[in-house]
């Protein structure tokens, strides 16, 4: 588990009243940073919420992607896979291990696919897509 430093000088700025239009910029920005779509093979389009590795919440059931964000904000997929278990927890260890494995620092979570079933198609069509910018060798998947 991650700690944070909280910098009260921060909270404090954060309390002043900032302009409409930089509260308009602000979160257009975070929704953008906040979800990212990607398709598959069929060109079906998946959307996916966006989160730091070490800020993940605990994860139901879900299809995720572990990708490397370099510093000029492009994205690398490292693996492909999806979350079995009922616990939350338990898909969360599962995510932050691996994750730190490989060196992704974004976890991305496609929540829609409703059954076990569906996740592994969404899973493989994700991974047909050849959804990574860049020829790889072997993209990691889950296999359940």
Sequence with gaps: MGARVIQLAE?????????????VLSNAAERNDRF?????????RYVHTVYDLL????IPAANFLL?????SGRRTVLA????KHSSGSLNLAELRHRG???????????LLAPSAQERRL???DLRAGRIDSEPVERIAATRH
């Design 11 to 23: 909270i404090r700025a954060r309390r002043t009243a900032p302009s409409p239009d930089h509260i």
């Design 36 to 44: 990212h779509f990607w398709s598959g093979a069929s060109g079906q």
């Design 55 to 58: 800020a993940c919440p605990e």
């Design 67 to 71: 990708v490397h964000r370099d510093a």
């Design 80 to 83: 492909i896979g999806h979350l």
């Design 100 to 110: 730190a494995r490989i060196g992704a620092n974004e976890v991305h979570v496609h």
């Design 122 to 124: 969404v899973e493989l």
